[in-house]
């Protein structure tokens, strides 16, 4: 039962949140954050928008520097964007004139390797994700689960040893997110990742990850850091999962009435 | 696995018959359009010919007159001749104004200093009809090819300049950002992701400078110029020859309408992952 959570403790620490805030114009978007993940944990940023979940994601990525703090991974601080953090999107970001195949050859463009390389690479992936007969479509030919799926493909063809994902699945309905829920896992499984991953679904964080980190508001800050020892695959209508997903509502709830909103 | 993304395929609009039936229907239409257009102008110029006489024939020659004019002047090589003059300086003139525009449009478009620097003479000038500029034009570059050149080029690098810098200011960051993420630097950001994002903006600049070209160049050729089709009507008019004008006036908007369809097929395939583009 707790297998997920003492291997996840015996791991290496992959990324290391040491005091990282951020304003923007002097107004707090995030307080003060201290966080380990341990290499190829999955790691659920949990809570309502305006906690900087977003923010904090943004600030791994190397999109934007923190304000005070710094991030580091694999014992070097982040400055800027890289190749070894593959990020998905919630709104996809594919490139609208690139195909399929050639939105996921993207990243082994940018490495310099040969075409014929990289067309493999990119095959590889798209076969990965199931999209293997739509290597000739367009984004706007595929539908928003395909485009995800095609995101996916194109974050890993890179081989990044980190995978960082904004509410990637929540602009899509319910039955598709659940499958591709299932399929993320499959794939972490497989490719061994460490992965953080933002959301707003309490029950998608369970699903999914050996550690949430549900989130404050105002300012946003660190509110509760849980394990999830249940083993995969996991039941969504369990006792446990149940249970679970009562008493993180109970947290969330706390800071959505903190905005006021309810 | 398989049968999970079997049922995400966006399903495809089953009505190809209807939207056949549509299309035969809206040819139809179009060729309708034309054929009156023809109708309406041979029966106004035979019913004043021979009818009543509301306003002097010679003012109004029939359809078939031009024609028989436009073949004179094919005969004799004189039409050839001032379509070749005109598509010359027209090139000519759209070839510079395209590199222009492209080039400091990208400029400006990529640095907000330069932008502040350059847009406030750009906006000064543009509102000013480029037509206003052309005796000057002719005083400053003389009466030959050159000014013609140059006046094309004026006019035709404002639309061409502001809808680059539009196209290369507005690229969605988000892309950018997933550039940099798979390990773009500065300049692979620019030239895979800002230049193909600014491209239907730019190509659509080209179509409105290359129409703007065609627009000013009659202008032109009224003023100085002992060639080219704006030459050609307004030669005929000191002569009287109303055919002759209105063959003018026909030949420019079938060059233009040819090249205006031209341009829409490579913006078609050059933009063909647009989903608008494919229509």
């Known amino acids: 039962m707790l297998a997920a959570a003492s291997a996840a403790a015996k791991a290496r620490t992959k990324i290391r949140i040491e005091a990282v805030s951020k304003s923007y114009n002097g107004k707090p978007a995030l307080s003060r954050v201290d966080l380990e993940l341990a290499e190829n944990s999955f790691t659920c940023l949990l809570g309502p928008s305006g906690c900087g979940k977003s923010t904090l994601l943004n600030m791994i990525a190397g999109f934007v520097p923190p304000t005070t703090g710094q991030v580091v991974i694999d014992d070097t601080a982040v400055a800027g964007a890289s190749a070894d953090r593959g990020v998905v999107f919630q709104e996809y970001a594919l490139f609208p004139w690139r195909t399929a195949l050639a939105n996921v050859e993207f990243g082994p463009l940018m490495r310099r390797k040969p075409p014929a390389q990289r067309r493999a690479l990119a095959r590889h992936y798209l076969e990965l994700v199931g999209l293997q007969a739509h290597e000739a479509k367009y984004p706007t030919e595929l539908s928003g689960g395909m485009k995800q799926r095609v995101a996916i493909a194109r974050a890993l063809a890179n081989g990044p040893s980190v995978l960082l994902m904004d509410e990637p699945f929540g602009a899509l309905d319910a039955q598709t997110r659940e499958v591709l829920q299932e399929e993320l896992l499959r794939i972490w499984e497989q490719e061994r990742k460490t992965v953080v991953f933002v959301t707003h679904s309490i029950s998608e964080a369970i699903f999914l990850a050996d550690r949430i980190v549900v989130m404050a508001t105002l300012p946003g800050s660190i509110k509760e850091v849980i394990d999830v020892p249940l083993l995969h695959p996991r039941d969504r209508s369990g006792p446990e999962f149940v249970a679970m997903e009562r008493s993180i509502k109970q947290l969330v709830r706390e800071e959505v009435q903190k905005l006021g909103v309810m | ?279």
Not at chain 2, 32 to 52: D, E, G, K, Q, T
Not at chain 2, 84 to 93: E, F, I, Y
Not at chain 2, 176 to 189: T, V
Not at chain 2, 230 to 252: E, S
């Open chain 2, 1 to 279: 696995m398989t049968t999970a993304v079997e049922t995400w395929v966006a399903s495809e609009p089953g009505e190809q018959s209807a939207g056949k039936r549509e299309r035969r229907t809206a040819t139809l239409l179009r060729a309708a359009s034309i054929a009156l257009f023809f109708l309406i102008w041979y029966a106004v110029a035979l019913l004043n010919a021979h009818v009543i006489k509301f306003f002097n024939p010679i003012l109004l020659p029939a359809p078939h007159t031009v024609l028989f004019a436009g073949i004179e002047m094919v005969r004799s090589g004189e039409l050839q001749r001032d379509i070749l003059a005109s598509m010359s300086r027209v090139v000519q003139g759209f070839v510079l104004a395209a590199v222009v525009g492209v080039a400091v449009g990208t400029a400006v478009g990529r640095s907000r200093r330069l932008e502040y620097l350059v847009e406030p003479t750009i906006e000064l000038l543009r509102p000013i009809p480029p037509l206003a500029f052309l005796p000057m034009m002719v005083l400053w570059f003389g009466i030959g090819e050159m000014s013609k050149v140059a006046f094309i080029a004026y006019a035709a690098f404002f639309p061409i300049f502001t809808t680059t810098v539009e196209g290369i200011k507005y690229v969605d960051p988000l892309l950018i950002r997933a550039a940099a993420s798979l390990g773009a630097s500065e300049r692979d950001i620019f030239r895979y992701v800002v230049l193909p994002a600014a491209l239907p903006n730019i190509i659509t600049g080209l179509r409105i400078g290359f129409g703007l070209s065609f627009f000013v160049i009659v202008a032109a050729e009224f003023i100085a110029a002992d060639s080219g089709l704006g030459f050609l009507i307004n030669d005929a008019r000191t002569f009287f020859l109303v055919a002759n004008m209105l063959l003018g006036a026909a030949v420019i908007g079938a060059i233009g309408f040819i090249f205006n369809t031209l341009l829409r097929r490579l913006e078609a395939r050059l933009l063909r992952w647009r989903k608008d583009a494919r229509g």
